[in-house]
């Protein structure tokens, strides 16, 4: 009687204890890592040359898995965080389907063949909506293994962008959905007159890929401006290969636009020829940054 009394009251305080135990480790985790951000953004690694840097590691090769064993835990802690939030996104995961049919003319214009399809697209969207909220918490778990390799400087300024990335990938995302589909999805469905019935699988992937890829292309001036920190690219060199630049551009355009028409790429190109020359601009900036530090 008293052993199972005992496995009752387990049962019943057993998920206080799965609270309490994720409360302690969230707060654990809270306290690490504001006292690893305050280290980074305030202490200054030892700046050795490449090739001292390359004689230690052979020297030592044991420290390597010192640091594949960080990128373990930050990569296990990136995978905890999208379980969580995909398992969040289930709950709207169908608000969001009819949020992304919209452009179509909602749920009602999506016609499913196979029996399997509606859950199909269902997890699809859970899915990539959960990889979505949780990609700012990826990019910051990458920003905290990399950043020890860091001058103090460029810790501080790689970290300031993780919010301003996120940004840029949510504007691209909201400029495919409110500008280039609500053009491009009517023109695809009724072209030449033909009667469109629109799958849900392949409508979802379309469109997913479409805000994908677009998301994606709003990120340029910030990965150009990094490389511009580092040395690898130059202002100039961009600026004088303008036109071998737009050529690339109009190519990806016509890969990525839903619709083979030139208004449609138009609506693709001309945004991403301007992120080209705003991405000039910042590897001028980031050159005369470069330039500062060099001298100080």
Excluded at 115 to 122: A, H, K, L, M
Excluded at 140 to 163: C, N
């Amino acid at each position: 009687m008293r052993n199972l009394l005992k496995n009752i009251w387990f049962v019943i305080t057993l998920p206080f204890l799965i609270l309490r135990w994720i409360a302690r480790y969230l707060f654990q985790w809270c306290r690490n890592t504001s006292q690893t951000i305050h280290f980074l953004l305030t202490e200054e690694e030892e700046d050795l040359p490449i090739e001292e840097t390359l004689t230690k590691t052979i020297q030592n090769p044991s420290g390597i898995f010192d640091h594949i064993d960080a990128l373990r835990k930050h990569i296990f802690r990136a995978l905890i965080f999208l379980v969580i939030t995909t398992s969040i996104s289930f709950l709207y995961t169908a608000q969001i389907i009819d949020f992304l049919a919209k452009p179509v003319g909602g749920l009602q214009k999506l016609v499913a063949i196979d029996v399997t399809e509606p859950i199909g697209v269902f997890m699809r969207v859970a899915l990539l909506t959960g990889f979505t909220i949780a990609l700012p918490y990826i990019i910051f778990e990458l920003w905290l293994f990399v950043a020890p390799g860091l001058k103090k400087r460029t810790r501080f300024g790689s970290l300031v962008t993780i919010p301003i990335a996120t940004a840029l990938f949510f504007s691209g995302m909201a400029f495919a959905y409110f500008v280039l589909l609500p053009v491009g999805i009517p023109w695809l469905t009724q072209v030449m007159g033909i009667r469109t019935e629109v799958r849900p699988s392949s409508y979802v992937q379309f469109v997913t890929t479409v805000l994908f890829w677009i998301g994606l292309a709003f990120e340029f001036p910030l990965i150009v401006y990094f490389l511009a920190l580092v040395g690898l690219v130059r202002a100039n060199a961009l600026l004088e290969q303008w036109r071998f630049a737009v050529v690339i551009i109009a190519i990806l355009a016509a890969t990525i636009t839903p619709t083979v028409d030139p208004i449609n790429m138009s609506l693709v190109m001309l945004p991403m020829v301007t992120l080209y020359f705003i991405s000039i601009g910042l590897a001028y900036l980031a050159e005369r940054t470069r330039r500062k530090q060099s001298t100080a």
